[in-house]
């Protein structure tokens, strides 16, 4: 793997970060499995994309498309908890539903963005350092700045009040948390961090498309899992950076796979190196653990 292509890969890892930190708050905080943001990425993306052509501002247009993910995620709590659907079943109906809205939204399937500002372009007026390195640089810094926020918030009095919901919503009610609430405002900050990924990979790829989200939640919930099987998750903020951790590791890894000609992989490959990345980061803690108890064993 070449230079060019590492460094494409950091870029796209730390974009998808924003998707681990999404489906973290989800499925890791509120015990919520979502499919909400296999609608909501492509989402973040058509609703910048759209302002973008028509000169909105870059900063603008990108904090939009967080608001369009908040709204999802809202539509999906609501259909859990106030229609009482299952929460699998509620975000595989907003997702299904998001398909239609973002092709309404941008009129078409897709929406190029070649020659339109956007919020990269001022990094492609640098001259010191070429873009290709200077793009990684920003989104890392967008991710790690995301990861402070989220963290921030769960040890805050209404994030200790959400994880209490997540880990066990009877106790949290008798202690006088509002459980329903909780569920909102978690559904909208994980759908919200999806939509900012979404947008920030429409702009740096220069197009947003509306099947641009099919599989995003297996690289969510690959990068999750895949950073707690590599770090120790004993603290808060551990936890978040894991994270961050599986969406690069990730990348690189599919990178390695895709561009080393070691396993005569190809581009057509990718969803099949995903799904056996997944299935070796939910099996390695197991495996450690016997290994563990081997080694034990052996020393007794």
Not at 209 to 222: C, F, H, N, P, S
Request: hydrophobic letters at 55%.
């Amino acid at each position: 793997m070449n230079s060019f292509a590492f460094f494409g890969a950091l870029e796209t890892g730390f974009i998808f970060a924003l998707v681990a930190l999404g489906v973290f708050i989800s499925f890791r905080v509120l015990d919520f499995p979502d499919l909400t943001v296999d609608g909501s990425f492509p989402l973040g993306a058509a609703t910048s994309a759209t302002l973008l052509v028509v000169g909105v501002h870059p900063v603008l247009a990108t904090l939009c498309a967080c608001v369009s993910g908040a709204i999802a995620g809202l539509l999906t709590a609501w259909l859990n908890v106030r229609l009482h659907i299952l929460h699998l079943l509620a975000s595989i109906l907003t997702m299904i539903a998001l398909y239609s809205i973002n092709l309404r939204i941008m009129n078409g399937p897709n929406t190029p963005l070649l020659g339109v500002e956007t919020i990269l372009s001022p990094i492609d007026q640098l001259d010191f350092l070429p873009y290709y390195i200077a793009y990684p640089i920003a989104f890392a810094v967008i991710a790690f700045s995301a990861l402070l926020v989220v963290v921030s918030f769960l040890k805050s009095e209404t994030g200790l009040a959400m994880r209490a919901t997540g880990a066990n919503p009877r106790m949290a009610r008798a202690n006088g948390v509002n459980t329903t609430k909780m569920i909102f405002l978690g559904m909208a900050i994980s759908n919200a961090l999806v939509a900012l990924a979404g947008s920030l990979f429409a702009q740096s790829q220069g197009s947003a498309d509306v099947t641009m989200g099919v599989g995003i939640i297996v690289i969510g919930l690959a990068s999750v899992i895949g950073g707690e099987a590599l770090l120790s998750t004993n603290t808060l903020l551990k936890w978040a950076f894991a994270c961050i951790l599986g969406s690069l590791l990730y990348r690189i890894v599919v990178a390695v796979a895709l561009n080393g000609n070691v396993l005569g992989l190809q581009a057509q490959d990718l969803n099949l190196v995903t799904a056996i990345l997944v299935t070796l980061a939910i099996v390695a803690p197991k495996l450690k653990a016997k290994f563990k108890h081997y080694l034990r064993g052996l020393k007794a």
